[in-house]
């Protein structure tokens, strides 16, 4: 496979993940009326059978078996389940309860946080254009903690867990499909139980007479692995440089059916944040397309 350029199905599945990503608000917002630990725990049930089938079309069962009986892989596993577990949990509580402005701004600030840890974990040195592009982050969380006298602790915990499953996801030896499923499977007992107790207590909205609430919790799964399966097999056939670009597409949208759609308040703070991290976007994208220019 050739990595220095760009296959049009790789982009067709990478752009189609973070366009679902983009949306994926309005499908949370529709549930608002569901605890969000419910509609998480739906999430990772109804996910299962889609991945399962995903890899089963691929031929790939035997690998997750054989990480269903490595003890290292399990542990590896049950760590990046529990971290996306909490990411899922906090992004869904946030669009439930008006703060879908505060993810849009997580998953822009997220590269420049993943750079950053590069830097302090790894040892990687910044160069100018990175470190520019960290100053105008760190002004615009600036400005939104003047604003709310606190630090935006919600966009900043969406960022820190997304950052963390990533980084602990590459050290995952297993193909993303299978890792992916190793997750689910892992979360699926905790998910089950969860479902039954609220079942049993009368507190469950699935299957509890209302069939569009439980048309749409069975739909958790399609629209939780959908993306992220397109994501995993079109990242392996585009650049970095493209991937990097096409990052900012679900928190744009994300962002505009936050303002336009949802009529979130956009405060003079915000008005103020938000460019600041857009021209922190570009100035790192443009670095990162210099240094590769560099490199060719």
Known sequence: MNTDTDSPRGLAFALGAYMLW????IYMKALSHVPAAEVLAHRVI???????AVLIWLGRTADLTAALRSPRMLAMGGLTATIISINWGIYIWAIQNGHTLDAALGYYINPLVTV???????????????TAALALAACAVAVLTWEAGRLPLLALSLTASWAAYAWFKKQLPIGPNQ??????????????????WLAITGQGHFASGDLTNSLMLASAGLVTAVPLILY??????????????????SPTMIFLVAVFLFHEPFSTAKAVAFPMIWAALAVYTFGMMRARRALA
């Open 116 to 130: 950053f840890l590069g830097a302090a974990t790894l040892g990687e040195r910044l160069n100018r254009w990175q």
């Open 232 to 249: 995993a097999n079109g990242a392996k056939l585009l650049r970095l440089t493209t991937i990097g670009i096409l990052q900012y597409v």
């Open 46 to 52: 109804w996910s299962v059978p889609v991945a399962g």
């Open 22 to 25: 983009g949306v994926l608000p």
């Open 179 to 196: 890792g992916f499923m190793l997750e689910v499977v892992l979360l699926s007992p905790f998910a089950l139980a969860w479902i039954v």
